[in-house]
């Protein structure tokens, strides 16, 4: 267990639909990451918080967004989901230093159909 | 820019055996390094990191894996595999990492995966 939570586990929904997925960091980690996995795309970079505020964007769509709330728990938002969409989508978190580790959580599958 | 190749999507290997998969890595800065195993239908978990010193780096499960600066590459090996150690495997780079660097920054870059295959 890396002690990063989220939810939920599994996300079936249509396309054109707006979904949430909910993430909770390690007890004192200040920055969330968000990856992307895909069979063809792979582990994709999507977006990072550093308490509360974005630190860097990587591939994510407009029709995508994320935020960090004060008591350090992140929400990635999708639009307009299209049949791509679907994916595995994990969140990390680590302490503030670049060479720390991120410890990642077991995923949201979401499936758009 | 930085990035990571990871020469091999699948490894077939029989139990006992040793395995090398191998990761190269392109960067202008100082890198950190590290390779993370999925098991299936679950999350990352870290196997081991390079951040500086010993080119050697010991990780759990008895991986290990060699930075070759020269080479670029950051290859890991184990030198029995069993049954258990079947999962796929990332090489990943930090991104924008530099001595010294106390920020905050530092998504990783992954490779494309290797899915060890460990046969009896």
């Known amino acids: 267990d890396s002690g990063v939570t989220q939810t939920p586990k599994h996300l079936i929904t249509a396309t054109g639909q707006r979904v949430t997925l909910r993430c909770s960091p390690r007890s004192g980690d200040l920055s969330v990451y968000w990856y992307q996995q895909s069979l063809d795309q792979g582990l994709q970079f999507l977006i990072q918080?550093?308490?509360?505020?974005?630190?860097a964007k990587g591939n994510i769509l407009e029709r995508f967004s994320a935020q960090q709330f004060p008591d350090l728990h992140s929400e990635l938002n999708l639009s307009s989901l299209e049949l791509g969409d679907s994916a595995l989508y994990f969140c990390?978190?680590?302490?503030?230093?670049?060479?720390?580790?991120?410890?990642f959580g077991p995923g949201t599958r979401l499936t758009v159909l | 820019a930085q990035s990571v190749t990871q020469l091999d999507s699948q490894v077939p290997v029989f139990e006992e055996a040793p395995v090398e998969l191998r990761c190269n890595y392109s960067?202008?800065?100082?890198?950190?390094l590290f390779w993370y195993v999925q098991y299936p239908n679950q999350g990352l978990q870290l196997l081991l990191k390079?951040?500086?010193?010993?080119?050697l780096v010991k990780g759990i499960n008895g991986f290990e894996a060699e930075f070759n600066k020269s080479q670029t590459s950051f290859h890991l090996r184990k030198p029995s595999v069993h049954i258990s150690d079947t999962a796929e495997y990332f090489c990943?780079?930090?991104?924008?990492?530099?001595?010294?660097?106390?920020?905050?920054?530092?998504?990783?870059?992954f490779g494309k995966g290797t899915k060890l295959s460990v046969k009896p």
């Open positions: 960067s202008s800065v100082s890198v950190y």
């Open positions: 990390a978190s680590s302490r503030e230093r670049a060479y720390n580790e991120q410890f």
């Open positions: 390079y951040l500086s010193g010993s080119t």
């Open positions: 990943a780079v930090r991104a924008g990492a530099s001595i010294g660097y106390g920020g905050s920054q530092g998504n990783l870059i």
């Open positions: 918080y550093y308490n509360g505020e974005e630190r």
